[in-house]
């Protein structure tokens, strides 16, 4: 909210996120959710939620896209 950019431990300190993954493969088709401990928590709890959030994670390999997206509403 005040236009500076973050580090992925920073974000971790402040609470913005609850952890690093750190084998995110941008080369692959899909997210492996193996690599994120809590996703046996997730899936007891709320399935909705971890698919929205891998979907998210899968759109977030394409950086052109979000750059473009992030200009057009800002």
């Known amino acids: ?15 913005f996120a609850n952890g690093i993954v750190d084998k995110f493969d941008k080369n692959s088709e899909w997210f492996d959710p193996a690599v994120i401990p809590c996703i046996p928590k997730l899936l007891k709890t709320d399935y909705r939620t971890l698919t929205n959030s891998m979907e998210e994670l899968n ?14 509403e800002a």
């Open 1 to 15: 909210m005040t236009d500076k950019v973050v580090s992925a431990k920073e974000a971790v300190h402040c609470g």
């Open 59 to 72: 759109h977030s390999k394409d950086l052109k896209k979000i750059e473009e997206v992030t200009r057009r």
